[in-house]
């Protein structure tokens, strides 16, 4: 074995990671009002500091200056990572926004997101806009501006932020979501990265889709949730990305939280025919256990689980199965 290769496998085993030189971001692009007692404050500095929210103002990435109307903005951020994570795992990215005062740089808001890591075009993406009044007094405060995503910190009590967010029926042409991989795999042109389960004894591919079918299953495998009746008939089927987070039901639509890479938006409302449109707001999931009936699609997994949902619309009971998450 040549000696690269070795290197590779012994990284691959020791870090859980494999070669794969792709690109991350580190912050998404920041935007901007600055003002003065509510007027644009033109000239006035401003720099972006990525990486450690504990890092000074003078560790900055980019400074620019605001225009005439005070505003400002920084492109995205993005580092090459010459390794791709074999789990899945999550981290915290971090940025802040520090602005020029009395001769001097003081943090005006510091930023964090809770998003994927350790695959190609992982890390924050929603666009942030900032709001910042220079003549209000330095105070801590902190608060959410994407809930759950971003939270962020103020130490300048005139500053605050708004993140982009996708309209409550966006209907979007394509995710990037997980699904079991097939045998046949390798064949799919939609697949982005492969990674085992941190649980589960199977490979979970990553693939960018326009529709959430049943019908690829040597390809790409998705989760199976069905409704069915006071008799054990199943009536309805959806097909749902790995280990799916359900929400609820609404007429033909299964409600679970979006698992998109990029969590663009909070929710996924998917269709029995395999359409699906993303939506944010705040959700609740309300459910009551049932005991399962004999379900011929789940065998005799012993992950299998049942709810009783309330329709989001009608208010009519509706019995949900599908399989837990594995432990």
Not at 51 to 75: H, I, K, N, V, Y
Not at 161 to 190: H, I, M, N, Y
Not at 282 to 311: I, K, M, T
């Amino acid at each position: 074995m040549r000696r690269s290769s070795f290197i590779a496998v012994l990284a691959a085993s020791v870090l859980g990671c494999i070669p794969f030189p792709h690109l991350e971001r580190e912050s998404p692009p920041v935007s901007g009002v600055i003002e003065a007692d509510g007027a644009p404050r033109a000239g006035a500095a401003v720099r972006l500091v990525v990486g450690d929210q504990e890092r000074a103002c003078s560790e900055f990435w980019r400074e620019t200056r605001t225009d005439e109307l005070g505003r400002f903005s920084f492109p995205e951020n993005r580092r090459f990572v010459p390794f791709a994570l074999l789990a899945m795992a999550h981290t915290f990215y971090a940025w802040s926004v520090c602005l020029e005062v009395d001769g001097g740089f003081v943090p005006a808001i510091r930023l964090k997101e809770y998003t994927l890591a350790g695959v190609p075009g992982a890390g924050p993406t929603n666009e942030v806009t900032v709001t910042c009044d220079v003549t209000g007094p330095l105070a801590g405060q902190s608060a959410e501006c994407l809930a759950p995503r971003y939270t962020f910190d103020a130490p300048m009590a005139g500053c605050s932020c708004q993140a982009s967010r996708t309209g409550p029926t966006s209907a979007l042409k394509e995710l990037v979501l997980p699904f079991w991989a097939g045998p046949d795999v390798q064949s799919s042109g939609a697949v982005i990265s492969l990674r085992e389960h941190h649980a589960c004894s199977g490979t979970v591919a990553y693939a960018r889709i326009t529709k959430i079918s049943l019908d690829d299953s040597e390809m790409l495998v998705p989760e199976r949730v069905v409704e069915f009746d006071l008799a054990g008939e199943v009536v309805r089927e959806w097909a749902a990305p790995v280990e799916p987070r359900v929400l609820g039901v609404s007429g033909e639509e299964l409600w679970i939280r979006n698992p998109d890479l990029q969590g663009k938006t909070d929710y996924l409302a998917i269709r029995p025919d395999g359409a699906f449109r993303a939506f944010d707001g705040e959700l609740e999931a309300s459910a009551v256990v049932l005991q399962c009936p004999p379900l011929r699609d789940f065998g005799e997994s012993a992950y299998l689980r049942c709810w009783l949902h309330r329709d989001r619309s009608s208010g009519q009971e509706r019995r949900l199965a599908y399989q837990g998450p594995c432990t």
